[in-house]
């Protein structure tokens, strides 16, 4: 009962005699409200990558097998400084192959201008600053760069300190750092 007597206490002014002498507007019949506008124009207009599978054409947790067969013989085949791995390293970037499967993937500033640079297919440019743009905020903030997290996986783009310009980036499982 309560609710019926909200809905026409909601509806009385619309049940005025002298009320309905005066016809409304149509333009008031059909507005919208500028809420829903407002949203609409403000709808981004591609989302932001919700997941990190691969950085220059290298996906984590590739077999060592899959990585060559893929990106053919590296360059060179080194010790990780970092890790008890080995990083094969191409012309384009670099992989950490740990117990046979790639770990982190690496690109430099050079790699990047001279072959592209790809996160997922995506082409990203850390150079002109597009990262907001596909990857939104940065999850962690540290003085020698920027986290990206999705899941379990990281993208951080290390950046010098003084000039605040990318030195690197690398892709890497968030669990074996």
Request: net charge negative; proline share 6%.
């Amino acid at each position: 009962m309560t609710i019926v007597i909200l809905l026409l206490s909601l509806l009385s002014p619309y049940f005025d005699a002298s009320t309905q002498k005066e016809p409304l507007p149509e333009a008031v019949i059909f507005m919208q409200p500028s809420v829903v506008l407002a949203y609409q124009d403000n709808v981004p207009s591609a989302a932001y990558l919700n997941s990190f599978e691969s950085l220059a054409g290298v996906a984590l947790y590739t077999t060592q097998e899959d990585l060559v067969l893929t990106k053919g013989e590296p360059l060179r085949i080194a010790p990780d400084p970092w890790q008890e791995c080995l990083e094969y390293q191409y012309a384009d970037m670099s992989a950490g192959v740990c117990g046979g499967v790639v770990l982190y993937v690496h690109v430099t500033p050079s790699q990047a201008l001279q072959y592209g640079l790809d996160l997922n297919g995506v082409k990203l440019d850390p150079a002109r600053n597009n990262l907001h743009e596909l990857l939104g905020s940065p999850d962690f903030v540290a003085e020698d760069g920027d986290v990206y997290m999705r899941g379990n996986v990281a993208l951080k783009i290390y950046r010098n300190m003084q000039t605040g310009e990318w030195e690197g980036i690398d892709l890497f499982d968030g669990n074996s750092s």
